[in-house]
């Protein structure tokens, strides 16, 4: 059967390239664990186990790593220049874009993103590695810096930090991952990647593009594990570099590990970003942009404003509209391309929704639509009901914590400061938006907002532009040429 993202397609007679695998990708080969154990990959629209991927232990991790030191310290691609690391980049991206239908179902049989989302996967991925490759120019000469006050200069190199450990969480298995890989690669380094455990087959297909692409043995390399893995590589002596996204609480752990090993480490963690709405703003066009900026990927986007701030002169007109605007999107299964409204990604997630929701109940929120787990024919699966939650108070969980899930809480202010400090007032900085019509004013209040990132009428994240959070939300940036920084090692060379 051929693959297909514009019809909906029957999941059982899918002819995906990666079910069962008992193999890591080292040193340019697939080669068997040395673990014995395996992680079942769920389907959580049917909540059914259709793949599998081996439990790597140290043995495995060492391999990895000793294969991507070989490639970084003598193999051929640290002999190549930045411009044909860039020639590279362009073929990865061609590579990619020819694997996009089944990177697509993949992606999404693992943890449900509609394939509306899922099937800009391989586009978004290539988009990054062709605009890393247009810095190439950046590290193809070295700065010369004039001593300020003396005679003399200074030779600035940008040399590749080293072996990178690249460790990604679940909700975009590809995207957050390529974001490091793409910027790693121009640089010159060498890397050995962990995917989050519930999605662990789809980026298999981006090292068979990277492979296809023509880059040495050794310099990407793939491991499959628990967390216990993504610890066995930060503290890995040949790591050089930790890039992770995830959780706040597993950040912290790497911060630390990091830390004692004075290791470079980057850091994009969890968020609470909000939606501050002015009063001159258009409601018809916040309701054409509410479901992507407010609830992408069924409510599993780390920088989606959940938490809309309504002023007390328009809030019951703005509940109205966000109810009005969720419940009419359609949830279902994720093959169907109709479908807005996926499953929770996991069983882990789906509890913590469940149990966010109980609490808002508990603590007074008023559901205007949704509330609760599907019924009917969604209940085999991990679905929850798009939920709205009016009548929000700061001290509650869910306008605290972050739900990852389908629900938008709304919460009323009183004026403009009012907005920013409840904005404001939350552990993570990473996201946020103001929606307005006066473009001055609506500047004004997005300044005012802590955060590493903050949309005008609508976000997205611009591979140009750093992107990074604030607070409990990370350290660091990626994208832009401050995300490849990152993965360079600046040596001064003085001479007069
Ligand atoms: P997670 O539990 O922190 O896991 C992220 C990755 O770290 C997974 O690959 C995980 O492996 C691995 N891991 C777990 N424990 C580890 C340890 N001790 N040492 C090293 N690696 C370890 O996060 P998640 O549940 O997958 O993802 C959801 C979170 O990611 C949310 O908080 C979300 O906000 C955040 N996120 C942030 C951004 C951003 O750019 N700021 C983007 C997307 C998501 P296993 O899966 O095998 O446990
Ligand atoms: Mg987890």
């Known amino acids: 059967m051929t693959l297909d993202t514009t019809t909906h397609q029957t999941r059982d007679t899918l002819d995906l390239p990666y079910r069962h695998v008992t193999t890591h990708f080292i040193n340019g080969t697939y080669q068997p664990s040395h673990g014995q154990d395996t992680i079942e990959v769920t389907d959580p629209a049917t909540n059914t186990v259709w793949g599998s991927v081996p439990v790597g232990n140290q043995d495995d991790v060492d391999a990895a790593v000793n294969a991507a030191h070989t490639a970084f310290t003598t193999g051929p691609w640290a002999a190549t220049t930045p411009t044909q690391r860039a020639e590279t980049l362009l073929r990865i991206a061609e590579e990619i874009e020819a694997r996009s239908t089944e990177l697509s179902l993949t992606n999404t049989l693992e943890n449900g993103s509609p394939v ?28 010369v810096r004039p001593f300020p006050a ?177 419940a009419a999107a359609p949830q279902g299964d994720p093959l169907d391309p109709e479908t807005v409204f ?44 798009p939920t709205v939650l009016a009548d929000v108070t700061p001290e509650m969980r869910v306008a605290r914590e972050e739900i990852f899930g389908p629900v938008i809480t709304i919460m009323k202010y009183t004026d403009l400061d009012d907005a920013i ?16 019509s006066d473009q001055e004013k609506a500047l004004e209040v997005a300044d005012a907002v802590d955060t590493g ?18 607070n409990d939300s990370g350290l660091g940036v990626e994208y832009g040429p401050e995300g490849l920084a990152a993965y360079l090692s600046y040596k001064s060379i003085h001479r007069r």
């Open 116 to 143: 509306a989302e899922t099937s800009g996967a391989a586009a978004n991925a290539a988009s990054i590695f062709r605009y890393f490759a247009t810095l190439a120019p950046e590290l193809e000469t070295d700065d």
């Open 150 to 326: 003396s005679t003399g200069e200074s030779l600035v190199r940008k040399d590749p930090i080293g072996v990178c450990a690249l460790i990604a969480p679940w909700n975009f298995p590809i995207n957050l991952m390529v974001t490091k890989l793409a910027p790693a690669l121009l640089a010159g380094c060498t890397v050995v990647m962990k995917p989050a455990s519930p999605t662990p087959l789809s980026f298999r297909i981006i090292v068979d593009a990277i492979t296809a692409a023509g880059v040495p043995d050794g310099v990407v390399n793939l491991v499959t594990g628990p967390g216990r893995m993504g610890d066995l590589m930060v503290r890995h002596p040949k790591v050089a570099k930790v890039a992770f996204t995830g959780s706040t609480p597993v950040g912290r752990h790497i911060a630390a590990a990091c830390g004692e090993l004075l290791r470079p480490v980057t850091l994009e963690l969890g968020g609470k970003s909000s939606a501050i709405v002015m009063e001159d703003a258009d409601l018809e066009e916040m309701s054409a942009r509410l479901i992507r900026s407010c609830m992408r990927n069924t409510g599993q986007t780390c920088y989606i404003s959940t938490r809309i701030l309504a002023p007390a002169s328009r809030y019951e007109d703005i509940v109205d509209m966000v109810t009005e605007t969720i």
């Open 342 to 385: 996926g499953p929770s990604a996991n069983l882990s997630q789906y509890k913590s929704v469940l149990e966010h929701l109980d609490s808002a109940k508990a603590e007074g929120a008023r559901v205007t639509t949704g509330g609760g787990k599907a019924t009917g024919e969604l209940s085999d699966g991990l679905f929850i009901q």
């Open 421 to 436: 400090s409840l904005a404001n007032n939350t552990e993570f900085g990473l996201g946020g938006l103001v929606f307005g």
């Open 453 to 470: 990132s903050v949309g005008i009428n609508f976000f997205a994240s611009n591979h140009a532009a750093p992107f990074g959070g604030r």
